[in-house]
């Protein structure tokens, strides 16, 4: 039998920033479903073998229900990378100790 792989430590760096965002992340989305409007909750990609360009979000339909949302696959990728983009800049930012300059510091300490 083979032996699994040692999982590594997470660099606390990116950790604390993963808690921010989600904390950051969750007060965003409350607030908004707070005032009744539309927030993504999951995004269902479908398999390579059955892809035909789109992808299907579910997201509530205000009333306590949800309805799903086609949406291109090339925008959704797009606004992804793009996110990812700036996570990297963000922690990058981190790690040199800019983190003041973009206001997380204030986040890593709730």
Partial sequence: MKKPAPIKPLDP?????????????ARID???MMRG?????EIE????????GKIRSRVPDGQGGYTWVEEDFQQFNQRRQLFLEQ???????MRAGR?????LSKLLKK
Avoid: Q
Wanted: glycine share 2%; aromatic share 4%; net charge positive.
């Fill in 37 to 41: 409007e539309k927030v993504s909750t």
């Fill in 99 to 103: 983190d003041d300059e973009i206001g």
């Fill in 45 to 52: 990609i479908r398999p390579a073998r059955k892809f035909r």
């Fill in 13 to 25: 760096v990116l950790a604390d920033f993963i808690r921010a965002l989600a904390r950051e992340t």
């Fill in 87 to 93: 996570m990297m800049r963000v922690v990058a930012d």
């Fill in 30 to 32: 409350h607030e908004r």
